[in-house]
């Protein structure tokens, strides 16, 4: 009873920041990456927060698509999607050791990169082995060393899966055919063993674009499920990934104070922006630790509407100042901080290349605390 009126007169507090989703560009982009690859799977990647998107917020979205797997980074991270994503969970990092005891849950599945984790895993585990192919981050190097040494252990696991993770797949090299004959090779050295996996992925987000082999099974989706070209200018295919995927991201914020300047005086931390003309400062309540980058202070464009608003002088922490020209903004104007149409100046796309970022760290830089909601 008390419970319930709690939640009856629970505040409902917003936050001035908000981003949206847009749920049918994450489900066309998915759609678009199966065809792609239209005889194996797609596993979605969700890890770090949904490259930024919203963990709770993605699952949510994939669950109406027919991925029968998501990937996390952790074992938190697979508790949250668990509540809202119905099928497998893939979780990709190592753990500590006690965790993998009571990650017991039938809907769990672990990479393996090496024995100590091996040997803490429960009975009737699902694991993927995880081999270095030539990344040399992680990963099982010998694997006929690692069946033999661990043959009564993996007897006791049901081995699903097995993977490995380009290290070049933007771009066309040669290392990319030596990790795919030396992946395939591993492939071959399992099933002669005994085992044949049902899930077997090697490529990324660009491998969907790249790699063609009927052993491959599944793919594992992060930066162009949600609409970001994960392949380099350069690349032969690049213009065809940018022509089937849609980014799903916007942000808005609002203005919070408004102040009128007047030619000589300076704005924002060390005077960074000089007032050369008489014109209106609009603050918004978004600064470096929300993620915008400091290295866009003065530089960055964003709107109101179609009026363009610069950054002006140093972004702070928590707020950043914004030229309005002669126009007044009043108090709770909505402003655009990242549009999805990647034309757009406040496009993710440009304003990374600006702040000399890639869109990963842009995209996973944007703090968890902001309001984010599906539409």
């Not at 490529?203 to 674009?209: E, L």
Request: charged share 25%.
């Amino acid at each position: 009873m008390f419970d319930k009126l709690r939640q009856a007169f629970k505040l409902n507090y917003e936050t001035l920041n908000r981003l949206e989703i847009k749920k049918a560009a994450i489900l066309a982009n998915y759609e678009a990456l199966k065809k792609q690859q239209p005889e194996a799977a797609i596993f979605p990647v969700l890890k770090s927060n949904a490259y930024g998107h919203g963990l709770k917020e993605l699952a949510q979205i994939l669950n109406e698509s027919d991925a029968p797997m998501v990937a996390v980074d952790s074992f938190p991270e697979a508790q949250i999607v668990k509540k809202y994503f119905k099928r497998d969970i893939l979780i990709l990092s190592r753990m500590p050791r006690k965790v993998y005891s009571y990650a017991s849950s039938k809907r769990y599945q672990f990479c393996i990169a090496d024995e100590e984790v091996l040997n803490v895993l429960p009975r009737g585990a699902k694991i993927h082995l995880f081999l270095n192919t030539g990344m040399n981050r992680e990963g099982i190097k010998d694997l006929p060393g690692f069946l033999k040494k661990n043959q009564t252990k993996l007897a006791q696991l049901k081995i699903l899966g097995l993977c490995s993770h380009l290290a070049s797949a933007d771009i066309i090299c040669p290392e990319n055919e030596a990790q795919l004959e030396k992946f395939l090779e591993a492939l071959k050295i399992l099933e002669r063993a005994g085992q044949r996996p049902r899930w077997v992925h090697l490529g990324n987000s660009a491998g969907i674009f790249t790699l063609k082999n009927y052993k491959l099974s599944a793919f594992r989706s992060g930066l162009a499920l949600y609409g970001y070209n994960p392949l380099s200018q350069d690349h032969p295919k690049f213009k065809e990934a940018a022509a089937i995927l849609k980014p799903a991201l916007e942000l808005y914020s609002r203005v919070v104070a408004q102040q009128k300047v007047y030619p000589g005086e300076k704005v924002s931390y060390s005077g960074s922006y000089l007032v050369t003309a008489e014109e209106n400062i609009a603050v918004i309540p978004f600064g470096y630790y929300e993620g915008l980058p400091r290295r866009l202070s003065g530089q960055a464009i964003f709107y109101c509407d179609k009026e363009r608003l610069l950054v002006a002088g140093k972004i702070c922490m928590n707020s950043s100042c914004l030229v309005t020209g002669v126009k007044s903004l009043p108090l709770g104007t909505e402003v655009q901080l990242i549009s999805a149409n990647s034309l757009q100046s406040n496009s993710l796309i440009n304003l990374a290349a600006q702040a000399e970022m890639i869109e990963y760290e842009f995209l996973t830089g944007l703090k968890a605390n902001i309001r984010r909601i599906i539409v």
